[in-house]
């Protein structure tokens, strides 16, 4: 093979795997068997062995990792990641509804209730429709650049499907299955097991090697518009399905609640139904939807005061015990 047949090839292949991993990993909708993803992989990965001057930086061999870091880099987020303030029961979401009727006056509410997954925030930057950089949201200013690792996370697109300037914040996360292997495998090897998800994924993000990250079987999930540029959105809702659009991984069980009575309905719904999630959730997070409410609301130091997070309450210890020493 010469290098225009190579260049032909890898164009084709990527085009392949592009298509291909979106479907799987982002609409959880795989439309061609496993091994055949991994065999055009591994077609790609041997030529751009061969010819390793026509490796670029979103191609989709970035998913098995390149060369370990030295270090992290510390980054600043141009706009801070928030936290969020917490509401712990019914009364809590009703103050919160409260609050926000009385910014609102006649303009009439809409809530956006999201699960709130038990992962690491994170934070990603395209410009012209690429992938330039992935951050961890340390402490809300200051994070550490971890893209190499957020690259081989396949749910995360290395290339929009239009060439926006944009900065978008979601939660990387390990689902359950994948936990459950890697703590067996853990076992197996005699080393110490992580304690929970949320854990593991942190872990698997912070470590300097790419590699280990690429075998974690993390995904994500975005949640909000950082910076946006060319596109005017008027609501949260709005911003959702524009991501959605632009390639990124939105949860499907984000509801749009006309009252604070359906967002009650909602978090009574999930405090049962989390337990049959591919993924661990803490939580239910609700938002205004109007951005200019949101405007017009503001934040505290830390915490836009137009969201809250329904926090579920800690399980019976009991059933913990039970399957500790069941071992159900
Ligand atoms: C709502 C927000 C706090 C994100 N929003 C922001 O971080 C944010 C940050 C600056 C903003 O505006 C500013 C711009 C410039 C200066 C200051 C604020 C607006 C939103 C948040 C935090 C955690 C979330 C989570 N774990 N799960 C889900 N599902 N949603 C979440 N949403």
């Not at 609050?99 to 395209?126: H, M, N």
């Given at each position: 093979m010469d290098k225009n047949q190579a260049t032909k090839q890898l164009t084709e292949l990527r085009e392949k795997l592009e298509k291909y991993g979106y479907h799987y990993y982002v609409m959880d909708t795989p439309?061609?068997?496993?091994?055949?993803y991994d065999r055009l992989l591994n077609e790609l990965l041997e030529i751009e062995e061969m010819f390793p001057d026509l490796v670029t930086d979103d191609s989709p061999s970035v998913r098995v990792g390149g060369a370990p870091l030295p270090h992290f880099k510390k980054v600043a987020h141009q706009i801070p990641m928030m936290s969020l303030g917490n509401a712990f029961n019914e009364q809590d979401l009703r103050d919160f509804d409260r609050?926000?009727?009385?910014?609102?006056?006649?303009?009439?509410?809409?809530?956006?209730?999201?699960?709130?997954?038990?992962?690491?925030?994170?934070?990603?930057?395209?410009?012209?429709g690429k992938l330039v950089r992935g951050a961890?949201?340390?402490?809300?200013?200051?994070?550490?650049?971890?893209?190499?690792?957020?690259?081989?996370?396949?749910?995360?697109p290395l290339r929009l499907k239009n060439q926006v300037d944009l900065e978008v914040?979601?939660?990387?996360?390990?689902?359950?299955?994948?936990?459950?292997?890697?703590?067996?495998?853990?076992?197996?090897?005699?080393?110490?097991?992580?304690?929970?998800?949320r854990n593991a994924a942190a872990g698997s993000l912070r470590q300097l090697d790419p590699k280990i990250a690429?075998?974690?079987n993390l995904s994500l999930y975005v949640y909000s518009i950082g910076e946006l540029q060319g596109k005017e959105i008027d609501s949260?809702?709005?911003?959702?399905?524009?991501?959605?659009?632009?390639?990124?991984?939105?949860?499907?069980?984000?509801?749009?609640c006309e009252s604070i009575e359906d967002v009650i309905a909602y978090t009574e719904t999930w405090v049962e139904k989390r337990h049959?999630?591919?993924?661990?959730?803490?939580?239910i997070v609700i938002k205004v939807d109007s951005?200019?409410?949101?405007?017009?609301?503001?934040?505290?130091?830390?915490?836009p005061r137009w969201a809250t997070a329904y926090k579920f309450p800690a399980e019976e210890v009991v059933t913990k015990l039970l399957d500790i020493e069941l071992n159900i």
């Open positions: 439309i061609v068997p496993d091994q055949e609050r926000v009727r009385q910014f609102a006056g006649d303009t009439p509410v809409a809530y956006i209730c999201e699960l709130k997954i038990d992962g690491l925030a994170v934070s990603l930057t395209y410009e012209d961890t949201r340390g402490d809300g200013t200051t994070g550490e650049d971890i893209t190499n690792n957020l690259k081989t996370v396949s749910a995360v914040r979601g939660e990387a996360y390990m689902p359950k299955r994948s936990f459950e292997a890697l703590n067996n495998a853990k076992k197996e090897a005699g080393e110490e097991p992580f304690a929970n998800p690429a075998k974690r949260h809702y709005e911003g959702l399905s524009f991501l959605k659009e632009t390639g990124f991984k939105v949860n499907t069980e984000t509801t749009r049959d999630l591919a993924y661990e959730i803490d939580g951005l200019q409410l949101q405007k017009e609301m503001g934040f505290t130091a830390k915490s």
